[in-house]
T-cell receptor, first 114, second 114 residues
Framework: NAGVTQTPKFHILKIGQSMTLQCTQD?????MYWYRQDPGMGLKLIYY???????DKGEVPNGYNVSRSTTEDFPLRLELAAPSQTSVYFC?????????????FGPGTRLTVL | AQSVTQPDIHITVSEGASLELRCNYS??????LFWYVQSPGQGLQLLLK??????LVQGIKGFEAEFKRSQSSFNLRKPSVHWSDAAEYFC????????????FGTGTLLAVQP
């Protein structure tokens, strides 16, 4: 298994442009998550999904959109990019039990908005 | 609201010395608690987790953590640090029941001196 994969690894975006960060997992996990990590800060949850067709907002959803058409893929869409969206983005997934289950993280996408 | 505090931003220890990284949490119910490690340019890897039972939890790479409900703490320890332990360490609390969402602390950056 490749686990959780993210593309691209690095990207520079101009202010006002849009792009999609890709996340794919091959572990047949139901739940998937998007986090952002700013320098000197912990990860903050942007959006999450509990299954295909079901998504919900996390702590910091503004400026982002997600979709979940398949179990494997959970893309994150940035519309009208702003410098405040410069960050490292991590995708994670789990197949949950009762709670307290381990999230498996991808390697991250480092995004710079100029 | 739930929160996680890691009071030490940066810690330097000598190789072979013992290590304790502090974590305090705020959560109304029984917490699910996690320690993750992040090496430079990498995603997060789970070291250990607690959600019930024995309050002393053993993890990978020789790490352990002790849950103390009375102090709202979940400190990470290792008796003898290796140079390869240099990384950033994040404490997290799980919330939202089966949705398994995580709130992260701001992290502690560990440097290891030869």
């Amino acid at each position: 298994n490749a686990g959780v994969t993210q593309t691209p690894k690095f990207h520079i975006l101009k202010i006002g442009q849009s792009m999609t960060l890709q996340c794919t997992q091959d572990m047949n996990h139901n739940y998937m998550y998007w986090y952002r990590q700013d320098p000197g800060m912990g990860l903050k949850l942007i959006y999450y999904s509990v299954g295909a067709g079901i998504t919900d907002k996390g702590e910091v959803p503004n400026g982002y959109n997600v979709s979940r058409s398949t179990t494997e893929d959970f893309p994150l869409r940035l519309e009208l990019a702003a410098p405040s969206q410069t960050s490292v983005y991590f995708c994670a997934s789990i197949t949950p039990g009762q709670g307290g289950d381990t999230q498996y993280f991808g390697p991250g996408t480092r995004l710079t908005v100029l | 609201a739930q929160s996680v505090t890691q009071p030490d931003i940066h810690i330097t220890v000598s190789e072979g010395a013992s290590l304790e990284l502090r974590c305090n949490y705020s959560y109304g119910a029984t917490p699910y608690l996690f320690w993750y490690v992040q090496s430079p340019g990498q995603g997060l890897q789970l070291l250990l987790k607690y959600f019930s039972g024995d309050t002393l939890v053993q993890g990978i790479k020789g790490f352990e953590a002790e849950f103390k409900r009375s102090q709202s703490s979940f400190n990470l320890r290792k008796p003898s640090v290796h140079w390869s332990d240099a990384a950033e360490y994040f404490c997290a609390v799980g919330y939202g029941g089966a949705t398994n969402k995580l709130i992260f602390g701001t992290g502690t950056l560990l440097a290891v001196q030869p």
